[in-house]
């Protein structure tokens, strides 16, 4: 075959990287096959990690930070690393599939399957060229442990030098943005994107997400929102997590006279960032390069420790985004920038600029280049 896809499902972004390149490739007429590796060569694992991320995101994410920060501020010895001991215990597996397939080249939306074929590359034993996608608008510190990849693609030229500094090689380093599906790329009419949804024409529709598992939403942040003005309409998607949506639509039920729409997993983000004028969100990578696309002004909210943090800041230092905390909650945040026209104006431009609208293309003409597809 001609390109592996490899993802692992902690949370929802790096598979939908992968499935939106899976489907490019295709279009191009390119053979290619989207795998999570966990999954295939050790559930256990793939379950393990699946739930910790809900685990440290909502019970010890002080003990998560620490880690990160402590793996973020020095060198990492690629060989001594949990994840590498991890995965030097899967790839026997792992070797067999990639014998089966034999691909030419190899992508990776996770920094932990990037590991994992690592281990077989620094030891001769995978031919394929690597390429790592960094779904994030930082550099975790594993990156740093796969050096034998032969390309990684990042968010923004912006985190150039922060690529260096982990030392990852200048000639390596392809800022396309992050890949996410084709949907995104392509803007629709506001007002016809709010009839379709059943949205108000007149209202001020602000979309509160949290991610494909639900993380980070509260319902009293829906409260407060829709105590700033009576003319807010709210959509609230709640991803997997049945018993927030439970919530929401009980709060809904007791507030007749307000405008609340309550989903759970939905497969039309696209057409409610269209409708919407805010978007209140945890900073997930790829939430925030949906929402770059569609020029969306965001209020950060219940960043996961680590590269949550990490996208917040980013955003911030680049005027892309405001940050709703204790001493200046979500519902004042939604009222400064519905009252303020000026630096809504002023943060699209900054969306603008950190927008990557080409992402997906410039990623599949340059596989399709190397493979040697016209």
């Known amino acids: 075959m001609q390109v592996l896809i490899l993802t692992v499902s902690a949370g929802y972004g790096h598979t939908a990287t992968a499935r939106s390149i899976e489907q490019r490739l295709a279009e191009r007429g390119i053979s290619a096959e989207c795998i999570d590796v966990y999954q295939y060569v050790n559930k256990l694992i793939s379950e393990t990690i699946d739930k910790s991320t809900a685990l440290y995101a909502k019970y010890t994410p002080e003990v998560y ?8 501020s020095g060198s990492i ?7 590498s001991f991890i995965n030097a215990l899967c790839t026997y597996r792992f070797e067999k599939l990639l014998r089966e397939l034999n691909p030419d080249f190899i ?14 590359k620094r030891k001769g034993r995978c031919r394929a060229e690597l390429l790592g996608i960094c779904t994030d608008y930082t550099i975790h510190p594993y990156w740093e442990t796969v050096s034998t990849m032969d390309y990684f693609v990042i968010a923004s030229e912006a985190l150039i030098y922060r690529a260096l500094k982990k030392g990852i090689r200048r000639e390596t380093i392809y800022p396309f943005g992050i890949p996410v599906h084709p949907k995104f790329y392509r803007a629709s009419d ?16 602000v979309l509160l997400m949290g991610g494909g598992l639900g993380y980070g939403l509260v319902d009293d942040e829906a409260g407060k929102i829709l105590s700033v003005r009576q003319q807010i309409e709210l959509a609230v998607v709640c991803g997997n997590n049945q018993r927030q949506r439970a919530e929401f639509e009980r709060m809904r039920d ?44 965001m209020v950060a909210i ?33 009222a400064m920038l519905l009252s303020d026209a000026r630096r809504v104006e002023d943060m699209k ?3 603008a600029c950190l927008a990557r609208p080409d992402a997906g293309k410039n990623l599949t003409d340059f596989v399709a280049e190397r493979l040697g597809v016209k």
Do not use: W
Request: net charge neutral; glycine share 6%; hydrophobic share 40%.
């Open 254 to 297: 007791k507030l007749p006279f307000a405008k609340i729409h309550v989903y759970g997993f939905v497969d039309n983000v696209h057409e409610m960032m269209d409708a919407a004028d805010i978007l209140v969100s945890k900073p997930g990578g790829l939430t925030v390069t949906e929402a770059l696309l569609k020029g969306l002004p």
């Open 107 to 120: 992508i990776c939306t996770h920094v932990f399957a990037a590991q994992l074929v690592h281990e077989l």
């Open 65 to 72: 930070r620490l880690i990160y920060q402590y793996l973020d």
């Open 190 to 205: 506001k007002q016809q994107a709010r009839q379709k949804l059943g949205f108000s024409p007149d209202s001020r529709v």
């Open 77 to 83: 010895d690629e060989r001594f690393n949990l994840m």
């Open 302 to 334: 219940n960043p996961i420790a680590g590269h949550e943090e990490r996208n917040l800041e980013f955003l911030l230092n680049q005027g892309a985004c405001v940050r709703a905390e204790k001493t200046f909650p979500v519902d004042e945040a939604i």
């Open 349 to 351: 431009r900054r969306i």
